[in-house]
């Protein structure tokens, strides 16, 4: 279909062929997961604060590359690997999200890529 644009950008690491940063559909941008990686394909360093931070640093980068923003922003699934993390990182998402928030899911997961602490994935309006 030529109504689905596939969006990556310079400023996240670089996945592999096999996903992109996001897909383009009309009306909406569905952002692939971010994990606590800097530019430099490492795990930040610090706890679940800081990766918070970062992942959402990650999309921000993303939204901005598909011409969108976090005020756009529809919902949010976050993915903790403790569930114990949660007010934490809640503190952070708190700061750093524009008001209204967008609604959210947020789950223990047994596993996650590179065995980090937590992954955020996002959905926004165009």
Request: include cysteine; charged fraction near 20%; hydrophobic fraction near 40%.
């Amino acid at each position: 279909m030529s109504n689905i644009e596939k969006i990556n950008t310079t400023e996240n690491p670089q996945f592999t062929h096999i996903l992109s940063h996001a897909t383009k559909v009309p009306g909406l941008i569905f952002l692939s997961g971010s994990t606590p990686v800097g530019k430099d394909g490492k795990v930040v360093e610090g706890g679940i604060k800081e990766h918070t931070a970062q992942c959402i640093s990650n999309l921000g980068n993303v939204l901005k590359a598909a011409g969108s923003s976090w005020e756009r922003v529809v919902k949010v699934n976050v993915y903790l690997k403790d569930m114990d993390n949660f007010s934490a990182m809640n503190e952070v998402y708190e700061k750093l999200l524009p008001t209204p928030k967008p609604a959210r899911t947020c789950i223990q997961a047994a596993k996650l890529p590179g065995d980090v602490d937590i992954e955020i994935e996002a959905i926004a309006a165009t």
